[in-house]
């Protein structure tokens, strides 16, 4: 007989994965998009503005993680089950291509980010709970507003930084599709209030990784 897993179990998974994740970063499944491109000679200024933005989207992929993994725990199909552990599978490339550039540009990353990835489970199981529909919708309102500051970041890096660019203008063309097939699995739009929170909650932490 086949054990049936029960949401228990999948939180017990869960809890192995943020550990992974926290204290082992995954080797990316897809080759870094800026692979082949020069590394520019920087100005200090410059070295430290590129730096602080790949930690902020550092900081962001370990928050998508969790929220995916939240989220998954609660899923009632298993087909949305699947379909949130797929995107996770990419966001994990994200990670790891942020983790590579941060190292390549002598930075470090969020000394938070246990906490962006405790807090994000939590929303996770949350948003999860609420049903399938309402956490698809969750996954398309996140992923459009994720979309929107990695373009404000591209439009921040310095000039030179194609390696940077190349990684986030990826990233960008990944969530955008995750937003879609979230949308065409189901996923309802969020009441105005909730987008907003989600929008402030984003916000603390772009403002926050920048500096921690």
Known sequence: MTRRISWQDRLVAAADQAL?????????????????????EFSAEERRMSSALMRVNHAGEIAAQALYSGQSVMARAAKTRDQLLEAAAEEQDHLAWCAQRISELEGRRSLLDPVWYGGSFLLGMLAGSAGDKVSLGFIAETERQVEAHIKDHLGRLPAEDARSKAILD???????????????????????????????????????????
């Open 20 to 40: 992974r994740t926290l204290t082992d970063p995954p080797e990316a499944a897809r080759p870094s998009p800026a692979e082949g491109l020069d590394e520019p």
């Open 170 to 212: 990826k990233m960008a063309t990944d969530e955008a599709h995750h937003a879609t097939t979230a949308r065409l699995s189901g996923g309802i739009e969020l009441p105005r209030p909730i987008r907003s929170l989600m929008a402030l909650g984003g916000k603390f932490l772009r403002r926050t990784a920048l500096w921690v």
